[in-house]
C-alpha cells in the first residue's frame, strides 16, 4: 500500500472527483480531500491511498505539476508520521514548526500521528480538523 499527498486542489474538487481520476492508474482504495471541521469548506489538499506500490509511483510522476480539475496540482508520497508526540495539542495544529494531530500529521509534530506530508508550507495555530 502506498499513499500520495496531493497539493493545490481546486474548492470544489470533492472525493469521488479525486479518485476518479487516480483510478486511472491503479485501484485506489482511499481517496480523501480534507475539510475544515468548522466549515465543511475544503482546505485545499487530500490524500490517495493506492493498493499497489507502483501504481502510486505511476500516478505521482504522472499528476505532478499538471492540470487537474481547474488547478495546477502538486503530487508527493505521503510520510507516515506514527508514534511522534509533540505535546497536548488535543486536536489542534500547533503554530511555529506546524503539523496535525489525528489522522494526519506533518513534520512528527501532531499527538498522534498518521500520514502527512513531509516538507514544510502547512504551519500555523488555530483549530485543527
Not at 7 to 34: N, P, Y
Not at 74 to 100: E, I, K, L, N
Request: charged share 20%; aromatic share 12%; proline share 1%.
Amino acid at each position: 500500500m502506498s499513499k500520495l499527498f496531493v497539493g493545490g486542489l481546486a474548492w470544489h474538487t470533492d472525493d469521488q472527483t479525486l479518485r476518479q481520476k487516480f483510478e486511472e492508474f491503479g485501484i485506489v482504495e482511499e481517496a480523501v480531500v480534507v475539510k475544515d471541521r468548522d466549515t465543511g469548506r475544503s482546505r485545499g489538499f487530500g490524500f490517495v491511498r493506492f493498493r499497489d506500490e507502483n501504481d502510486a509511483g505511476t500516478a505521482m510522476s504522472a499528476m505532478n505539476n499538471t492540470e487537474f480539475d481547474g488547478r495546477v496540482i502538486r503530487v508527493d508520497r505521503a510520510s507516515s508520521r506514527v508514534g511522534q508526540g509533540g505535546g497536548p495539542s488535543g486536536g489542534q495544529y500547533q503554530g511555529g514548526a506546524g503539523g496535525w494531530s489525528g489522522n494526519y500529521a506533518q513534520q512528527g509534530q501532531g499527538q498522534q500521528g498518521g500520514y502527512g506530508y513531509a516538507a514544510g508550507g502547512f504551519s500555523g495555530s488555530g483549530t485543527g480538523f
